[in-house]
C-alpha cells in the first residue's frame, strides 16, 4: 500500500477489518472486475464473498448480528472496494441505507425482523424515492399510498433503483394525506414503507401489482441492476409503514441519504485512488524519446495534482464521517466530501486516461471503464448542483448576520 489515502487514529479492529477487505479487493475484485463490467454480468461471487466476510452486516448492532462498527469503518470499506470496482460498493450502499433506515427509524418489531436476516445478507436491501419526472425535488413525489382499512393501497412509477431486481426489500418513499389537513408542506405528507418481494424482473409472485421492468441500460456502472419499479394497486400492511406513523419519510430519507453521501464520498476516493495507481504505473513503464514519460516534467506536475486531489478528498471523506459518528449534525460535511470527491474523481480519473494516451481509449485496458464510471459519482445521491445548493445554504445559517 501507498503513502495515499491512509486514516489516522484507527483501532486494532479497523485496520484488520480494511487489510482483509483490501487483501479481498486485490485477490477477488480487481483481477475479474473488468471482464464482467464489460459483459454487465452481476458479480454473484464477489457478493458471497462479501457476505462471508461480514460486510452486508458491517454497521448494524450485534444484538441483530451485525458488527456495529462505525460510519468511517464503513466509509473506508466502501472506498477500498471501490478501488476495486464501483459497481460492487453501490450494491452495498443502496443494503447499508435501508439497514440505517431500520436501525434508527424503525419500530422494535420492525428492526427485530429484517436486520438480523440483513447483517448475514439474506435479505438485501433498496431504498426508491426518484421517478420518471422528478429527482432532486424529493417533496414532489407523485407514487401514492392510501388507507385501506389496515393496509395501505400504492400506485405509482419510481426510477433509478440500485439493486432494483436482485433486493428482497425496498424502502419505498410515497404521498400519504392520512391525517395531514389540506395546506400541509409537501414534504410532511411523504411515508416510507417497507415492501418485501422476491428476487428478479418482471411481475412480481410475492407482491400482485408489483412489477420490475427490467435492467436500464448504461454507459458505465455495469454489472449491478438499475431499474425502474411499478405498483399498481400494491397492497402494504400498516405495520410496514417505517416507524409505525405516516408524514415523517421525508425525514428518515434525508438522514439516510446524509450517510450515504459519505458513502458516494469514500466511493469517489477509491475510485480516485486507483486512477492515480494505473496512472503512476504507466507513466513508469511507458517510453518516449529514449526515457519512461515519467521523467517528463509535464508528467510529474500531471502525478503531484493527481495525488494532491486524491489526499484531499479522502480527508474531506474522513472528517465527515467521523462527524456523523460523534452523533453531530454533518450535512454540510457530507454535501462539501461528495461534492469534492465526485469532482476530483472525474479530474483524477481524467488525467490517468491522458497519461495512457491512445492506449486509455482501448477497452483492454482498466482505465477505460474508470473513464465510463466516474461520471455517476457527479449525479448520485443529489447532483453536484444540488450539493452546491445545501453547502450554500448551510453556509449561510451557520454565517447569518444579526442587526
Same mark, same amino acid.
Given at each position: 500500500?501507498?503513502?495515499?489515502? !491512509?486514516?489516522?487514529?484507527?483501532?486494532?479492529?479497523?485496520?484488520?477489518?480494511? +487489510?482483509?477487505?483490501?487483501? /479481498?479487493?486485490?485477490? $477477488?475484485?480487481?483481477?475479474?472486475?473488468?471482464?464482467?463490467?464489460?459483459?454487465?454480468?452481476?458479480?454473484?461471487?464477489?457478493?458471497?464473498?462479501?457476505?462471508?466476510?461480514?460486510? /452486508?452486516?458491517?454497521?448494524?448492532?450485534?444484538?441483530?448480528?451485525?458488527?456495529?462498527?462505525?460510519?468511517?469503518?464503513? +466509509?473506508?470499506?466502501?472506498?477500498?472496494?471501490?478501488?476495486?470496482?464501483?459497481?460492487?460498493? #453501490?450494491?452495498?450502499?443502496? !443494503?447499508?441505507?435501508?439497514?440505517?433506515?431500520?436501525?434508527?427509524?424503525?419500530?422494535?418489531?420492525?428492526?427485530?425482523?429484517?436486520?438480523? &436476516?440483513?447483517?448475514?445478507? $439474506?435479505?438485501?436491501?433498496?431504498?426508491?424515492?426518484?421517478?420518471?419526472?422528478?429527482?432532486?425535488?424529493?417533496?414532489?413525489?407523485?407514487?401514492?399510498?392510501?388507507?385501506?382499512?389496515?393496509? /395501505?393501497?400504492?400506485?405509482?412509477?419510481?426510477?433509478?433503483?440500485?439493486?432494483?431486481?436482485?433486493?428482497?426489500?425496498?424502502?419505498?418513499?410515497?404521498?400519504?394525506?392520512? #391525517? !395531514?389537513?389540506?395546506?400541509?408542506?409537501? !414534504?410532511?405528507?411523504?411515508?416510507?414503507?417497507?415492501? $418485501?418481494?422476491?428476487?428478479?424482473?418482471?411481475?412480481?409472485?410475492?407482491?400482485?401489482?408489483?412489477?420490475?421492468?427490467?435492467?436500464?441500460?448504461?454507459?458505465?456502472?455495469? #454489472?449491478?441492476?438499475?431499474?425502474?419499479?411499478?405498483?399498481?394497486?400494491?397492497?402494504?400492511?400498516?405495520?410496514?409503514?417505517?416507524?409505525?406513523?405516516?408524514?415523517?419519510? /421525508?425525514?428518515?430519507?434525508?438522514?439516510?441519504?446524509?450517510?450515504?453521501?459519505?458513502?458516494?464520498?469514500?466511493?469517489?476516493?477509491?475510485?480516485?485512488?486507483? +486512477?492515480?495507481?494505473?496512472?503512476?504505473?504507466?507513466?513508469?513503464?511507458?517510453?518516449?524519446?529514449?526515457?519512461?514519460?515519467?521523467?517528463?516534467?509535464?508528467?510529474?506536475?500531471?502525478?503531484?495534482?493527481?495525488?494532491?486531489?486524491?489526499?484531499?478528498?479522502?480527508?474531506?471523506?474522513?472528517?465527515?464521517?467521523?462527524?456523523?459518528?460523534?452523533?453531530?449534525?454533518?450535512?454540510?460535511?457530507?454535501?462539501?466530501?461528495?461534492?469534492?470527491?465526485?469532482?476530483?474523481?472525474?479530474?483524477?480519473?481524467?488525467?490517468?486516461?491522458?497519461?495512457?494516451?491512445?492506449?486509455?481509449?482501448?477497452? $483492454?485496458?482498466?482505465?477505460?471503464?474508470?473513464? &465510463?464510471?466516474?461520471?455517476?459519482?457527479?449525479? *448520485?445521491? #443529489?447532483?453536484?448542483?444540488?450539493?452546491?445548493?445545501?453547502? *450554500? &445554504?448551510?453556509?449561510?445559517?451557520?454565517?447569518?448576520?444579526?442587526?
Amino acid at each position: 500500500m501507498g503513502r495515499l489515502a !491512509h486514516t489516522e487514529g484507527l483501532t486494532d479492529v479497523q485496520r484488520e477489518i480494511l +487489510a482483509t477487505v483490501r487483501d /479481498f479487493v486485490d485477490k $477477488e475484485i480487481l483481477p475479474v472486475a473488468t471482464e464482467l463490467e464489460h459483459r454487465d454480468e452481476y458479480p454473484a461471487e464477489i457478493v458471497e464473498g462479501l457476505k462471508d466476510l461480514g460486510i /452486508f452486516g458491517l454497521m448494524i448492532p450485534e444484538e441483530y448480528g451485525g458488527l456495529g462498527e462505525s460510519l468511517l469503518t464503513y +466509509a473506508l470499506t466502501v472506498e477500498e472496494i471501490a478501488r476495486g470496482w464501483m459497481s460492487v460498493s #453501490g450494491i452495498i450502499n443502496t !443494503h447499508f441505507i435501508v439497514a440505517y433506515l431500520l436501525q434508527h427509524h424503525g419500530t422494535p418489531e420492525q428492526r427485530a425482523y429484517f436486520l438480523p &436476516r440483513m447483517a448475514l445478507g $439474506e435479505v438485501r436491501g433498496a431504498f426508491s424515492m426518484s421517478e420518471p419526472e422528478l429527482g432532486s425535488d424529493v417533496a414532489a413525489i407523485r407514487t401514492r399510498a392510501d388507507r385501506d382499512g389496515d393496509d /395501505f393501497v400504492i400506485n405509482g412509477q419510481k426510477m433509478w433503483l440500485t439493486n432494483g431486481g436482485s433486493s428482497s426489500l425496498v424502502a419505498v418513499l410515497c404521498r400519504t394525506d392520512e #391525517g !395531514h389537513p389540506q395546506g400541509t408542506p409537501p !414534504h410532511r405528507s411523504l411515508t416510507t414503507f417497507l415492501i $418485501e418481494k422476491d428476487p428478479g424482473f418482471g411481475e412480481n409472485p410475492r407482491v400482485p401489482g408489483l412489477t420490475v421492468p427490467g435492467r436500464i441500460q448504461k454507459m458505465g456502472y455495469k #454489472g449491478v441492476d438499475t431499474t425502474e419499479l411499478v405498483l399498481d394497486d400494491v397492497r402494504v400492511p400498516a405495520d410496514r409503514v417505517l416507524g409505525g406513523a405516516t408524514g415523517r419519510g /421525508f425525514y428518515q430519507m434525508m438522514d439516510g441519504i446524509e450517510v450515504g453521501r459519505v458513502n458516494v464520498a469514500a466511493r469517489g476516493c477509491g475510485m480516485a485512488l486507483r +486512477a492515480f495507481e494505473l496512472g503512476v504505473v504507466y507513466a513508469q513503464q511507458r517510453r518516449t524519446f529514449g526515457r519512461p514519460i515519467a521523467q517528463h516534467q509535464a508528467i510529474q506536475f500531471r502525478l503531484a495534482e493527481m495525488a494532491t486531489k486524491v489526499e484531499a478528498a479522502h480527508q474531506m471523506m474522513v472528517t465527515a464521517a467521523r462527524k456523523k459518528d460523534s452523533g453531530q449534525r454533518n450535512d454540510l460535511e457530507a454535501g462539501m466530501a461528495k461534492y469534492l470527491a465526485s469532482e476530483y474523481c472525474k479530474e483524477v480519473v481524467e488525467d490517468s486516461f491522458r497519461i495512457h494516451g491512445g492506449y486509455g481509449y482501448s477497452a $483492454e485496458y482498466e482505465i477505460e471503464r474508470l473513464y &465510463r464510471e466516474a461520471p455517476m459519482l457527479l449525479i *448520485g445521491e #443529489g447532483t453536484a448542483e444540488i450539493q452546491k445548493m445545501i453547502i *450554500g &445554504r448551510r453556509l449561510l445559517e451557520e454565517y447569518r448576520i444579526t442587526g
